[in-house]
Nanobody, 119 residues
Framework: QVQLVESGGGSVQAGGSLRLSCAVT?????MAWFRQAPGRERDFVAG????????YYADSVKGRFTISRDNAKVTVYLQMNSLNPEDTAIYYCAAGASGSRNRADYRYWGQGTQVTVSS
């Protein structure tokens, strides 16, 4: 059983930055971040291959967010810059067997961390 624990969420003003972390019990998975705003579906944000060589992003965050991983620390990060109120959501870390934008391809999920961006 793979366990994931997110941290780093919080409240920030528009234009600010936050870095989310996801501690994982196994490094042998592709990882991704998803987010879910109130009343909306859980959407893909960013993904990274198991070795960190491939990354991919939703169009809405491209150029502002950066996903990375440190397999020595078994941790995945999401650096979020130039945040705006539309980024407000619960952010979830997920682990899966292949790099994908589809949440159905991710078997393991963290509990989520709240990010709130005020204008």
């Amino acid at each position: 059983q793979v366990q994931l624990v997110e941290s780093g969420g919080g409240s920030v003003q528009a234009g600010g930055s936050l870095r989310l972390s996801c501690a994982v019990t196994s490094s042998w998975y592709a990882m991704a971040w998803f987010r879910q705003a109130p009343g909306r579906e859980r959407d893909f944000v960013a993904g990274i291959s198991w070795n960190g060589r491939s990354t991919y992003y939703a169009d809405s965050v491209k150029g502002r967010f950066t996903i990375s991983r440190d397999n020595a620390k078994v941790t995945v990060y999401l650096q979020m810059n130039s945040l705006n109120p539309e980024d407000t959501a619960i952010y979830y870390c997920a682990a899966g067997a292949s790099g994908s934008r589809n949440r159905a391809d991710y078997r393991y999920w963290g509990q989520g961390t709240q990010v709130t961006v005020s204008s």
